[in-house]
Nanobody
Framework: QLQLVESGGGLVQPGGSLRLSCAASGFTLDYYAIGWFRQAPGKEREGVSCIIHNGGSTNYADSVKGRFTISRDNAKNTVYLQMNSLKPEDTAVYFC??????????????????????WGQGTQVTVSS
């Protein structure tokens, strides 16, 4: 029953904001880096952002730099993705995923889906007027 549960998605107008949450159950996030990925219809899944186990380093896709902020609260076993200035091209299903802290290379240097052990079910984000 080790799983990640996502919430916070929905419909928002261009320029609006959403905050996504990723909560772990059955295990602690203390030993995992957490990445956010997204997938739009007809497109491959892409990495959006990642944060290492202690929050000391983060990584962002060029397309979201300056607009999105990743953070974590290990006491609450939760990781967040604050999304501001949303654009229609941000529309996608957003997933969070956990990779062991020792493999932080796949968080900070190269997002490799296969290296992530646990995945959330995904939450839909739709940016439209």
């Amino acid at each position: 029953q080790l799983q990640l549960v996502e919430s916070g998605g929905g419909l928002v107008q261009p320029g609006g904001s959403l905050r996504l949450s990723c909560a772990a159950s059955g295990f602690t996030l203390d030993y995992y880096a957490i990445g956010w990925f997204r997938q739009a219809p007809g497109k491959e899944r892409e990495g959006v952002s990642c944060i290492i186990h202690n929050g000391g380093s983060t990584n962002y896709a060029d397309s979201v730099k300056g607009r999105f902020t990743i953070s974590r609260d290990n006491a609450k076993n939760t990781v967040y993705l604050q999304m501001n200035s949303l654009k229609p091209e941000d529309t996608a299903v957003y997933f969070c995923a956990a990779v062991p802290s020792s493999s932080y290379y796949y968080c900070l240097s190269e997002w490799v889906d296969r290296k992530y052990d646990y995945w959330g079910q995904g939450t839909q984000v739709t940016v439209s007027s």
